[in-house]
């Protein structure tokens, strides 16, 4: 029998996310799109990895790109996702990894890709939110804030280090 298969080894982007808790307050970071893709809706930090970065680096540099924060602590793995941004294709299919991170700074610079932003508790997140796999990102946040579940340290697999 052999290993080898005439399928093609897949093409797709991989995307981190981030539901950011405010370390003091419990709030969540939301923010509202101002650009062509799901124009006007409210979302959290997402991002596509750039090619050989790291995950570690992909969520210091999304978060920047479109907060201007630089103190972000990954928790935890929230969820592994994967979506279609626009028709099938190698092109638009995305695979993503949402981690929730905290953060002891507030005061965010807005990108262009949004319009507003506000920093929420994880209920009302929910509420904002219409975009499915987004909402459920908030909603999974918000059973674990209310439940306090067990904490887990994310690990990035540089000898199983958590993130400094």
């Known amino acids: 029998m052999s290993h080898t298969s005439d399928k093609k080894i897949g093409s797709f982007m991989v995307a981190v996310g981030m539901v950011l808790e405010d370390k003091t307050t419990g709030k969540?970071?939301?923010?509202?799109?101002?650009?062509n893709f799901q124009t006007?809706?409210?979302e959290i930090p997402y991002g596509r990895v750039d090619q050989f970065e790291e995950l570690k680096a992909a969520i210091a540099r999304e978060l920047f790109e479109e907060t201007g924060l630089t103190?972000?602590?990954p928790v935890r793995l929230l969820r592994?996702?994967?979506?279609?941004?626009?028709?099938k294709s190698a092109q638009t299919e995305v695979y993503g990894l949402t981690f929730h991170c905290q953060?002891?700074?507030?005061?965010v610079q807005?990108?262009?890709?949004?319009s507003a932003f506000e920093w929420v508790k994880p209920e009302e997140a929910v509420n904002r939110i219409q975009v499915p796999g987004i909402?459920?990102?908030a909603q999974l946040f918000a059973e674990w804030q209310a439940k306090k579940w067990q904490n887990f340290q994310v690990t990035f697999g540089e000898e199983n280090k958590p993130l400094e």
Request: proline share 3%; glycine share 6%.
């Open 28 to 35: 969540i970071l939301v923010q509202q799109r101002a650009s």
């Open 40 to 42: 006007g809706e409210w």
């Open 71 to 73: 103190d972000c602590l």
């Open 80 to 87: 592994v996702w994967h979506f279609y941004r626009g028709p």
């Open 103 to 107: 953060t002891s700074q507030v005061d």
């Open 110 to 114: 807005m990108s262009d890709e949004h």
């Open 135 to 137: 909402k459920a990102d």
